[in-house]
């Protein structure tokens, strides 16, 4: 036989393997999808236990563990500006069994903080659904001496830069500078691990004021541990009716809320993804869901990888807008 006839056979016989491995190929992803979820989810919070982010993690864990018939295992991996939680899920094996409960955060503010990223969260995540939105509220200590936004502002602006104010994270830093912009004042930014220990160095005095999501102040704000100032919102809240929006102060533009989504690493199973991505929209139309979420002022989304990845797109730009705005200086 001759070397060209060795070489047509060869390139034939290749062709053939390729040709009978490629239903294989395509259904072992569709087999994994069909035995999905074999085994415990973990799903992994960039911020510690007590924060708004925590506590949806928790609800959504126990439902998706129902759902599932598997253990949902929540992990606490904060700190790090949300880095470690997303490295950890980004590491994993990508097949669906370590979920990141994303925040404005890691899914999109990151982006407009950092020169230098050490993920890039649309192309190392893949989106599984979107989950909530909750609106800011501008906080102080219960002692505080200003008693309105005007009070604040007019404090600021005598002393500038030296009026501080506490951030759970970047997002929460972003919203900070929003707001000096928008009423023409200096703050000074004081950063922590996540909201928890953020929303307690406003209530112990460590700094004049601080931002955070209604879930994690709600009770404190019910109990007069801290007051609030102003919501950074279209309207009042009903579980805060006596809280002025910054809009009717004065201070238009003032609108921001945190939000939540979950993302997976960005090779798993498109399959796998659909059936997670599924079982969180039906999480979202439970009455259980809307009626947890009512209680705490906080907006249930419609869910789904799409609207994840639109919103997350749209965020993204949105916040880079702001910072650049603001002349907020790169980290």
């Not at 995540?125 to 200003?146: D, E, F, H, K, Q």
């Amino acid at each position: 036989m001759n070397p060209l006839s060795k070489m047509l056979r060869a390139a034939a016989f290749t062709a053939a393997l390729a040709s009978a491995a490629a239903p294989f190929a395509q259904a072992q992803p569709q087999q994994a999808a069909a035995t999905y979820p074999s085994k415990p989810i973990h799903f992994v919070v960039p911020f510690p236990p007590g924060s708004g982010t925590d506590v949806g993690a928790r609800f959504f864990a126990r439902k998706l563990g129902e759902l599932a018939g598997q253990p949902v295992i929540v992990e606490n991996r904060a700190g790090a500006n949300g880095f470690i939680a997303v490295k950890a899920v980004t590491s994993a094996p990508a097949d669906g069994y370590t979920l990141l409960m994303g925040s404005n955060s890691t899914l999109a503010t990151n982006v407009a903080l950092f020169k230098q990223l050490p993920y890039d969260p649309v192309k190392d995540l893949a989106p599984v659904s979107t989950l909530m939105r909750s609106p800011i509220v501008l906080i102080v200590p219960a002692n505080s001496p200003y008693k309105t936004l005007k009070d604040l502002i007019d404090a600021a602006r005598a002393k500038p830069g030296q009026r501080t104010y506490a951030s759970g994270s970047a997002a929460y830093q972003l919203m900070g500078e929003l707001f000096a912009d928008k009423a023409g004042i200096q703050l000074l930014n004081v950063p922590y691990k996540g909201a928890p220990d953020a929303v307690n160095a406003t209530l112990s005095g460590q700094t004049d004021l601080g931002f955070s999501d209604i879930t994690a102040t709600m009770e404190l704000l019910r109990g007069g541990k801290i007051r609030a100032l102003a919501i950074a919102a279209d309207q009042r809240l009903a579980g805060l009716p006596d809280v002025p929006t910054a809009q009717e102060q004065g201070i238009g533009g003032f609108s921001a809320d945190t939000w939540t989504g979950v993302a997976v690493a960005a090779n798993t199973p498109k399959p796998v993804v659909d059936k997670l991505s599924g079982m969180f929209v039906k999480i979202l139309a439970m009455p259980e869901t809307r009626e947890f979420y009512a209680r705490q002022n906080v907006i249930t989304m419609k869910g789904g990888q799409d609207e994840l990845r639109d919103f997350q797109r749209e965020q993204i730009a949105v916040w880079k807008r702001i910072a650049a705005a603001a002349r907020i200086e790169l980290q």
